[in-house]
DNA sequence: CTCTCAGGTGAGTGTTTACTCACCTGACCG
DNA sequence: CGGTCAGGTGAGTAAACACTCACCTGAGAG
């Protein structure tokens, strides 16, 4: 038996791997019905039948695609350690700042929603893997933080999605709709964090309703 | 000359508003690629060769959908007759209601993602018609409060992408990817109304940064 | 040198697609 | 009664599509 499945070199393996990166791209820029299997073998540089060689269906690589690409990442570590501190500011930075920064891949974002639109099978998985583990993840923090008397009384789920509802609609804008930023990301952060922490709090005890200029 | 352009019965224009109903929920759910013009066809029960006799080409259909659906409607009118009275708590509870509301259609929502993704040429437009009002006027109305001293400093047009931002993702996550709600309709409105508004107030004048259970 | 075989391709296959065209039909008018 | 014409269609057409297949190539083993 020869060394074909060494770790260092395999070539089938390269392949794939290459297949499925020009793939990602195309899929994400023109979804899957609007992306050919001619296009993407001219993206990998090779011929269309060697495509079908590597994966049997159009489909079937589309589906390796979204089973690869879940990276999810070293964020969460790093949110887990800043919220054992209970640094609030902190943890909702680094989530808002992940994703809202100056050099993000709008491959992903692309990638999920055209999934999601076009109902693949796998795109469930996909959202799972991306998006929910952080949904789970803040609510739970948030519970304890309002549980600690730190945050008002409120649904942690709901807040949870709200904070990266404003986060991920931002990307949304900017990244799918192409709507100009207006100020620099490290203000933007700064404001949605804001924003949700003073949103979280407890209400001033003085109860400043803000009928202030009513005629 | 015959009274063919007669308001009351146009059967040429009934056709055509026929033929836009039926493409329009089509290609709502499954993109500009992904619909047929023979199943526009079967869908609004006419044959194929005579969606070519009133639309010239596939494309100029769809864009015709998106030049004409755009109703952004009496919710404007209503949200700046309260707005006068300065009633904030009541301004965001329409915006957030108006979309948040149990009997949405998805079709509008996923026709602007998927112009949007696919790239039309008209997804700006349509954005500007359905979406972009509301940021300016949302915008304009928080920096009068503002300035009148209801609310602290705060960008005005991050603001208002933020509380779009909270609602529009929550509709994405229900009526897109499917998430189910685990609490009543009225209740999520509140809380992110609630939320929102407690994040635009004034701090407490007692700094209780929420370190109580630092270990 | 010959045999083998993974890795790779040009030239198809049948089907689907957007779009066209010659033709039909029936209400209305003189 | 015949003429007209908007409204409508069945039967195409050329191109694009996902997918197949017979064949090529070159390195390594014997």
Redesign the pocket.
Known sequence: M?P?TATSRN??RD?QASLINSAASLFAAKGF?G?????I?RAA??????V??YF????ALYTAILAEKAPLSELLNAVEAVARKRDDQLVFTLIAGYRIRPGADPTMLRLLLFSALEGHELADMFFGKQHRVFYDYLAGYIRTRIEEGAFRKIDPLLAARAFIGMVVHHRLLHEIFDVPLHCPHQDIVTTYVELFLNGLRHPSTSKNRGLSHVR
């Open positions: 020869k074909t070539p089938a392949r019905k992306t050919t299997t001619k296009a073998a540089g090779v011929s269309e039948a060697l079908f060689k049997p269906t159009k489909r």
